[in-house]
């Protein structure tokens, strides 16, 4: 018998510990190759990989690939774990160190050509579905299909490479001074946990204080930059991870310390939570961190993709906008009005046109239009200013105007009246407007812009005929400045479908990564399961009581980590209330009702089909 013919009966006498895992890795390559065939596609091309979508789209391709290493990882180590009896056996009956390990590596580089050649033909097999999709969600008609040359050489180079360092690595856990405990592990018990209460105050402590620092002393934040966002985020996991384990441990001890802890199958929950309350917690750990991820990234994403066209608005509050420096001839302005203007009576276009100008100084960029000017705009509310009065209108979107600077310009003594943070005309256009009474400002000696603004009814539908304005009338510097929220929008919104789209399979990820984590332990477990309820079912345990049993221990696998996850979003949500948008706390709310369902409906499907499998 050679050694491969060894590897594959070991394989085939284990099918289902080897197929638990064969899928594990089968769907984080998967992902991984979707991810490349969008992040690859010919389309992609056309955006600039130094900017923010560009660099998001390869951090993201780099989280989605540092993920898939983690994820493949912890599915190895569960599943050397179930193959401890066999490998002592092994050991046992003469097989060197050397010999083990290698027939480990072996087998873990069978299956993993295997699941990356599944992976990859499913992935082509599903990309017209996929791609179909991207396109929906892009609206991009160009987005069609492909063959994806870059993606699957990617996807074999690198987690070829991935599964080999991994296999080298993982074998070195296995020890032979270990075997007899191996061949003994299907009755050794597994360490309970471990009371750790000042490493859970020392977590909480330093979480604590750096959130305080962040809130007290920026300075301090800013100074230690992206280390005092690692530290935070390291302090957080370790937090989270002694507050489930200790709560766990604690939760135990209440349930033995209860009255009703001798009635029905209560005992034999408890005996049972507490062998596996080391495991317990840190599968309710791990599916937490990746339910926060989850929630998170929906939340977040879909809450910017919701208020596009509110944001856009914010910072250009016209459908068109023409301002017309002083350089520009003025036939050339009038003959370009009217273009535009014939345009839209063309196109059957429905629009309400406002003129006004401003004066301002061109090196600091500070604005200043008359009563007259400021009201002839239109887009807002309308102001009456006394002969001593003025008005401050923010130039830049999210800064708040100076009321100050006018005193640079104007001796007369001026009284502050209110100031208006929407903005005026396009943002960056000026850093600051101050309205001023008419004869002060026809009395200001600096060059004055011609301004000509147009709305158009269900702007965010009219971006063909806004096109064909901007085909002929662009800015050109010294002579004109053009801006329009339509074409802001349909390139805010391209941008968002993208980002959306990103984060959305991310979110994905997470999420079906929790499930896999909870059918890996169901899977590998279920041999071990199914003999010690054999054995109880022969003393006399009712098939009711052990469905009882069963379907506690799921609902505390499947929603304490869905509860604990909920219960940090919102916290967090709580402490930021004063910094975060309504639709964000609205879409957070539908996210997290929506994953509740899921979850109440995964469980039935779970519970169903892993006791029938535990009873049959």
């Not at 033909?121 to 994806?148: C, R, T, W």
């Not at 400002?441 to 709305?455: C, G, K, S």
Request: charged share 15%; aromatic share 14%.
């Amino acid at each position: 018998m050679s050694f491969n013919h060894i590897v594959i009966q070991n394989i085939l006498r284990d099918k289902w510990t080897y197929i638990s895992y064969f899928l594990s890795s089968v769907f984080s390559i998967l992902i991984f190759f979707l991810f490349l065939l969008t992040a690859l596609h010919p389309m992609m091309s056309r955006i600039n990989p130094d900017s923010t979508l560009g660099l998001t789209i390869i951090l993201c391709s780099f989280i989605v690939y540092i993920f898939s290493f983690v994820f493949i990882v912890y599915s190895m180590l569960a599943f050397l774990k179930k193959k401890t009896k066999t490998l002592g056996i092994f050991m046992i009956s003469g097989a060197s160190m050397k010999q083990i390990q290698k027939m480990v590596f072996r087998e873990n580089m069978l299956i993993a050509i295997a699941a990356i050649i599944t992976a990859i033909l499913s992935g082509l097999i599903l990309s017209p579905l996929f791609l179909m999709i991207v396109k929906n969600v892009l609206q991009a008609d160009d987005f069609g299909m492909y063959f994806p040359v870059q993606a699957i050489v990617a996807t074999l180079v690198l987690f070829n490479l991935l599964f080999f360092i991994i296999s080298r690595f993982t074998t070195r856990f296995i020890k032979k001074e270990e075997a007899v405990q191996l061949l003994k592990a299907d009755v050794t018990q597994e360490k309970e946990i471990t009371p750790a209460p000042f490493k859970l105050l020392f977590a909480t402590t330093v979480s604590i204080v750096l959130f305080l620092c962040m809130k007290l002393n920026q300075i301090f934040v800013e100074d230690l930059g992206l280390f005092y966002y690692l530290f935070l985020f390291i302090s957080l996991l370790l937090t989270i991870y002694f507050v489930l384990t200790q709560g766990m441990l604690f939760l135990i001890r209440r349930l033995q310390n209860r009255a009703s802890y001798y009635r029905k199958t209560n005992l034999l929950f408890v005996s049972d939570l507490k062998a596996k309350g080391k495991t317990f917690s840190h599968i309710i750990y791990l599916l937490t961190i990746l339910l926060v991820a989850v929630f998170v990234g929906t939340s977040v994403l879909y809450s910017s993709y919701y208020s596009v066209e509110e944001n856009t608005e914010a910072v250009y509050p016209y459908s068109f906008q023409y301002v017309s420096l002083p350089q520009n001839p003025a036939e050339q302005v009038r003959e370009e009005i009217q273009q535009i203007e014939s345009t839209f009576k063309q196109e059957n276009e429905q629009y309400v046109s406002y003129h006004s100008a401003f004066k301002t100084d061109q090196k600091r960029r500070i604005g200043f239009l008359s009563n007259t000017l400021y009201n002839a705009l239109g887009a807002h509310k309308q102001i009456m200013l006394d002969n001593d009065e003025y008005f401050v209108v923010a130039g830049n979107e999210g800064t708040s105007p100076d009321p100050q600077l006018i005193n640079d310009y104007i001796k007369e003594d001026l009284q502050y009246t209110d100031s208006q943070q929407q903005m005026l005309l396009s943002t960056s256009l000026q850093n600051v407007y101050y309205v001023v009474p008419d004869g002060i400002y026809e009395a200001l000696d600096y060059p004055e812009n011609q301004v000509f603004a147009y709305e158009l009814a269900n702007w965010t539908e009219k971006s063909e005929v806004i096109q064909k304005i901007e085909d002929k009338i662009t800015t050109t510097p010294e002579q004109r400045l053009v801006s329009s929220k339509v074409s802001l929008y349909e390139t805010e919104k391209y941008v968002k479908n993208i980002t959306f789209f990103i984060g959305f399979l991310l979110s994905l990820i997470f999420l079906s990564a929790a499930m896999s984590i909870l059918y890996f332990y169901l899977q590998t477990s279920l041999a071990e399961e199914r003999d010690k309820y054999k054995g109880l079912r022969k003393i006399g345990l009712a098939v009711s009581e052990v469905r009882t049993i069963v379907t506690k221990e799921l609902t505390l696998l499947i929603f304490a980590p869905f509860a604990f996850a909920t219960v940090l979003l919102f916290t967090a949500l709580i402490t930021l209330r004063n910094t975060i948008s309504v639709s964000f706390l609205q879409m957070t709310g539908i996210g997290v009702t929506i994953f509740c369902l899921l979850f109440i409906l995964s469980f039935f499907i779970i519970r169903k089909v892993y006791i029938n499998k535990l009873l049959h």
